[in-house]
């Protein structure tokens, strides 16, 4: 026989058994299609929402070249004398505007400018766009952003008020890079607020742009330079690679060790090919052959699934992330390379059993004796020095300034996680030394996953990685929450704040007497001065309930309800309809000052758990898969079907439940770097939802996941 035939031969070998194992190749297929999808899909959604420096110039500077700011003394007029006579410009004017209607006030940022700049092709065009109706054309018209129109709950066609002029609503407009940012676009004609500032938006040619802003900073003016503004790194790209490497390398630990158990059992059906005349290194190529055919099917099931999710995501991309993203762009460049890495990582991961496996004397092999396991001592040497390595580089990025501090915590993270991985070997097998006490499906999985160390270590360290991004990702969710809510006016979640002057509304008097009469019998009103704000104060407790408390200083006309439970929606519409009633008050609530677009940090959180879920699955899954001849002997000395159900549940929960609990701070180290490095304005929030779903949902989803099918199993063998 030919060596090619041979070979043919050893392929159709290889080509059954993978048939008659469907199950096992199935979860290494799903394995290597969970990181090419993950990094397919996570490498388009980061660049579609990534700031280009072409973006960062749009937002500041609109189409312009030169941007010049007015200089206190220095009119925007003396600036524009300075260029040529066919210049095109545009000034523009921003400051805080107040937008009220009855009951209810919002503070914005405003924009004036002439509708010109607005149009397609105007300087100012980029900055920002009206996405329904019209640009304002009058003094008295007016384009609010929609968490405007959100929070005074009006909508275009409505009449509201701006800075206490009466204004027309004639569209919606959007800032493209901060959708969320409260707006309000008025005319130049419009009276301007007094700590509006302006600044001259110029369109000139790049030949003409330094003497022109020679001319200008000659006048006093401040210039601001298209081509100095905003900065471009590299960062997301060597971000994606370092994740998406790591996600293979924990498929690869975990396809690598279930390999290494396959080829284990198969040693004597080697020993009988060699016997024959096979060689090993034609044994060696089918093997790697086998493997690489899986992992091919995985990294193209993956592409798929991770391009359809990329797209599926994408429109929702302008709400979750707070600015226009564009269109949909496939990088073909992170999908070639992830499905080269998937296909790499499982070649690398059956290599190395394989090459043992057929270097193995053929009286050996035909033995049949499996390799006496060696201590775990060495795991514990290891896993304590990368853990000490990953910490000291999380601590020297946390301290490190610019692009380089990322880079370190990131890698430190990921050591980190080795080496919690690599610890967990010694871990299993001190842990299954106290099994004893348990009972017996849980003592039988204790101690099987230490007897199989080597098998669900990987497991472990899947579990690891897959969760520690959540725990990460709750924390930092967390974290962001408490910084929105600090950032909001001194309210808490359960206040409602009513202001208001010493004037009446159509039910005022009658209300102030109500209150005069509740509080002491004066009969003077003018000598009581009760506001308006107290009034509305008092009947907002009178609906909702809780107490009243008047503002701390003496000039401050404002009062606060406080309210048993966290003021919602309702209850705060319910209490600006109450104000809108009396006249002369108004609401402010954290509840009015949401923005309908938040909530994307759980959004990533909740697609981390899914793919940490999925991940957790197959590999469990795997295991036990690779455990079935230890269930056969159990059956064979007469286990019930009951226990053996339980044994397979409790080994795959007991593996789940060690690997999220090394998550916790394999999440929590990188995320205590990331907070020194924010300088302080984010504080540590302990995201107790998400441990406790990492710590007890996932064990329990592992465990009657799979009591589940394995239940279902026995009742079809039955």
């Keep these: 026989m030919t060596r090619s035939n041979a070979l043919r031969a050893l392929l159709r070998i290889e080509l059954r058994h993978v048939r008659a194992h469907r199950v096992r190749s199935l979860l290494v297929v799903m394995l290597v299609a969970a990181p090419t999808a993950a990094m397919v899909a996570g490498s388009t959604l980061v660049l579609a929402v990534k ?12 189409l312009a070249a030169l941007r010049f700011e007015e200089a206190p003394g220095i009119p925007l007029e003396r600036a524009r004398a300075s260029l040529p006579p066919d210049t095109r410009s545009a000034v523009l004017r921003t400051g805080i505007a107040v937008v009220a209607r009855p009951g209810l006030r919002l503070r914005a940022r405003s924009f004036a400018l002439a509708p010109a700049a607005l149009a397609q092709g105007g300087l100012a065009s980029t900055m920002l766009r009206i996405e329904r109706g019209r640009a304002p054309e009058q003094a008295d018209e007016v384009a609010l952003s929609p968490r405007v129109l959100h929070g005074l709950r009006v909508d275009v066609g409505d009449d509201v008020e701006l800075n206490g002029r009466a204004v027309h609503v004639t569209g919606v407009a959007i800032v493209p890079e901060e959708r969320s940012l409260p707006a309000a676009i008025t005319t130049l004609a419009a009276p301007s607020s007094p700590d509006s500032t302006g600044a001259l938006l110029v369109d000139v040619r790049a030949e003409q742009a330094g003497a022109c802003a020679a001319a200008a900073q000659a006048r006093g003016a401040l210039v601001q330079r298209r081509s100095e503004t905003g900065h471009d790194d590299a960062f997301e790209a060597l971000a994606i690679f370092v994740c998406g490497s790591f996600g293979f390398f924990e498929a690869a630990l975990v396809v690598g060790a279930a390999f290494a158990v396959g080829v284990r059992r198969r040693q004597r059906e080697l020993g009988l090919l060699g016997a024959n005349g096979a060689e090993p290194r034609s044994m060696a190529r089918a093997l790697l052959a086998s493997a690489g055919a899986l992992a091919a099917l995985g990294s193209t099931l993956g592409v798929v699934c991770g391009a359809v999710a990329a797209r599926l995501l994408h429109p929702h991309l302008n709400r979750w992330t707070d600015r226009d993203v564009g ?13 080269a890495l998937g296909v790499l990582s499982a070649l690398l991961s059956a290599w190395l059993p394989a090459r043992s496996a057929v270097q193995l004397p053929i009286r050996v092999a035909l033995g049949g004796v499996r390799p006496i396991p060696a201590g775990s001592q060495r795991f514990l040497r290891v896993g304590a020095g990368l853990i000490g390595i990953g910490v000291l580089s999380v601590t020297g990025g946390a301290v490190t300034p610019g692009t380089l501090s990322g880079v370190w915590i990131l890698g430190g993270a990921i050591v980190l996680m080795v080496g919690l991985g690599a610890l967990s070997p010694w871990m299993l097998e001190a842990l299954a030394k106290h099994a004893a006490r348990l009972p017996i499906p849980w003592r039988l999985a204790v101690r099987d996953a230490g007897r199989f160390r080597a098998r669900n270590g990987p497991v472990v360290t899947a579990v690891i990685a897959g969760m520690s991004i959540s725990v990460l990702l709750g924390c930092l969710t967390a974290s962001v929450e408490q910084l929105e809510s600090r950032r909001r006016p001194a309210l808490a979640l359960n206040e409602l704040r009513v202001d208001g002057a010493l004037r009446w509304g159509a039910h005022g008097a009658t209300a102030a007497a109500d209150v005069a009469a509740d509080d002491a019998p004066r009969a003077d009103l003018e000598a009581s001065r009760v506001t308006v704000a107290e009034v509305v104060a008092r009947a907002i407790q009178a609906e909702l309930g809780g107490t009243i408390r008047r503002a701390t200083r003496l000039d401050d006309m404002g009062w606060f309800v406080e309210t048993p439970g966290r003021v919602t929606e309702a209850q705060a519409a319910q209490a600006v309809d109450l104000a809108a009633a009396y006249g002369g ?18 959004v990533v959180l909740w697609i981390c758990v899914v793919t940490s879920l999925i991940v957790i699955f197959a590999a469990t899954t795997l295991s036990s898969v690779e455990s079935a001849a230890d269930a056969v002997v159990l059956r064979t000395v007469g286990a019930a079907p009951a226990v053996l159900r339980q044994h397979v549940a409790c080994r795959a929960a ?18 205590a770097g990331l907070l ?4 302080g304005n984010l504080g540590f929030v302990m995201p107790w ?15 009657f996941g799979t009591w589940s099918v394995a239940y279902a199993r026995s009742g079809r063998a039955a």
Excluded: K, W
Aim: charged share 10%; glycine share 6%.
């Design 327 to 339: 269109q949909f762009e496939l990088p073909l460049r992170f999908v070639a390379l992830a499905f």
């Design 585 to 602: 008050a108004s609401i402010s609530a954290a509840a009015l000052d949401a923005s309908p677009d938040e909530g994307s940090f759980q």
């Design 676 to 679: 020194r490095l924010s300088g």
């Design 654 to 671: 007991y593996l789940a439940l060690l690997g999220c609990a090394l998550a916790v701070p394999a999440g929590l180290v990188p995320m």
């Design 51 to 62: 700031r280009t420096l072409e973006d960062q110039r749009n937002h500041a500077m609109g």
């Design 689 to 703: 939802s998400t441990l406790a779903l990492a710590v007890i949902a996932i064990p329990l989803i592992a465990y």
